[in-house]
Antibody, heavy 121, light 110 residues
Framework: QVQLQQSGPGLVKPSQTLSLTCAIS??????????WNWIRQSPSRGLEWLGR?????????DYAISVKSRITINPDTSKNQFSLQLNSVTPEDTAVYYC???????????WGQGTLVTVSS | QSALTQPASVSGSPGQSITISCTGT?????????VSWYQQHPGKAPKLMMY???NRPSGVSNRFSGSKSGNTASLTISGLQAEDEADYYC??????????FGTGTKVTVL
């Protein structure tokens, strides 16, 4: 059973960087069959897939076009976790952010608890 | 990448069947059988209900079924129950190697 535990600040100032971490138990961030996603949800935008990192003999990242210029998702093999960094945030980035485990083929079966991040001065 | 199109709301009486559609393009839904469906109750994280168009994860009721025709995928709930009242989202793999969610559908049990 995979469990994902999110951590990070709930308030970020405009133009600054949003940073969240997702600690994994029950699987490895270096698994050759898993993918590690960040997804957000807001009343105005619904559920929005932001990107993922995964290992298939080497590390890969895919990012949504809407945030591609501002996003970085990194694995941390020493701590078995992965992180999200979203630069130059605006109030439109206010949302509940989820980390989640899963692939396009198998579906996204495991989700973190969600973190409400508010962008405000 | 535009969000997949779902009806904003669908309703039905207990015991009835309802179908939620998820319409994309030939670059996402129409190109791959990598469509999955999620149920979300208020204040909770989404729950995987269907993957690869028509495969149910272990533990999901067989009242839920999935299908696809062309650029449109569908989730059918048979024998509607009060506990099925929730928001439902589809997601598809795209030709860009990304994932895209649907706009979401609120299911109401009358």
């Amino acid at each position: 059973q995979v469990q994902l535990q999110q951590s990070g600040p709930g308030l970020v100032k405009p133009s600054q960087t949003l940073s969240l971490t997702c600690a994994i138990s029950g699987d490895s961030v270096s698994s050759n069959s898993a993918a590690w996603n960040w997804i957000r949800q807001s009343p105005s935008r619904g559920l929005e897939w932001l990107g993922r990192t995964y290992y298939r003999s080497k590390w890969y990242n895919d990012y949504a076009i809407s945030v591609k210029s501002r996003i970085t998702i990194n694995p941390d093999t020493s701590k078995n976790q992965f992180s999200l960094q979203l630069n130059s945030v605006t109030p439109e980035d206010t949302a509940v952010y989820y980390c989640a485990s899963g692939t396009a083929a198998a579906g996204i079966g495991y989700w973190g608890q969600g973190t409400l991040v508010t962008v405000s001065s | 990448q535009s969000a997949l199109t779902q009806p904003a709301s669908v309703s039905g009486s207990p015991g009835q069947s309802i179908t939620i559609s998820c319409t994309g393009t030939s670059s996402d839904v129409g190109a791959y059988n990598y469509v999955s469906w999620y149920q979300q109750h208020p204040g909770k994280a989404p729950k995987l209900m269907m993957y690869d168009v028509s495969n149910r994860p272990s533990g999901v009721s067989n009242r839920f079924s999935g299908s696809k025709s062309g650029n449109t995928a569908s989730l059918t709930i048979s024998g509607l129950q009060a506990e099925d009242e929730a928001d439902y989202y589809c997601i598809s793999y795209t030709s860009s190697g990304t994932l895209v969610f649907g706009t979401g559908t609120k299911v109401t049990v009358l």
